[in-house]
């Protein structure tokens, strides 16, 4: 007889679990080898709430802000959310269930705890492609317009500083 394992359960206190393949890691880079099932304890964050909130700011970042991944909200900052591309992607993993984030707590000894957390996916997916897809255009667009004018301003600010600092280095580069 196969034993078939239910995809959520729920303890005691109510905290609800999802069961997930282990990704295999060496040194904190995934393999892309599967390990073992395993359940994951499911976030308490409105998964609706966050997919809108990404699709409409993804592309600075907001949620992985909100979800305490401060170098990745940097990242997208920086890049502009791979011009859409990626808020596209999240929005994506979280309709389908597949979005986890780490959570961090801290003990009363001053111990870092650290939990991988899944958020639980859509039950309506077709809302939700349609946000990745406004999503990946509100990022293309701001990408191709208001951050290429942003990145030639700051440039511009960079050149003016390189050639007051040192007038040599433009004469140099001209010739």
Do not use: W
């Amino acid at each position: 007889m196969i034993n078939k394992k239910e995809k959520y359960i729920t303890d005691e206190d109510g905290q609800q679990y999802v069961l997930k393949y282990e990704d295999k890691r060496i040194c904190g880079i995934s393999t892309g080898l599967i390990g073992e099932e395993v359940y994951y304890p499911v976030s308490e964050i409105d998964t609706s709430e966050l997919i809108l909130k990404t699709t409409i700011l993804g592309f600075l970042g907001v949620h992985k802000f909100l979800l305490g991944q401060i170098m990745q909200g940097l990242a997208y900052i920086m890049t502009c959310g791979g011009a859409g591309l990626l808020p596209m992607l999240d929005i994506l993993s979280m309709v389908t269930g597949n979005y986890y984030y780490i959570r961090n707590d801290y003990s009363n000894d001053g111990l870092r705890i650290s939990e991988q957390r899944y958020l639980k996916g859509s039950e309506k997916k077709l809302p939700g492609l349609i946000m990745a897809i406004i999503s990946g255009i509100i990022g293309f667009v701001i990408a191709n317009t208001l951050y290429l004018t942003f990145l030639k301003g700051i440039v511009e600010i960079i050149g003016n500083i390189v050639s007051v600092a040192d007038p040599h280095v433009f004469s140099v580069i001209s010739k």
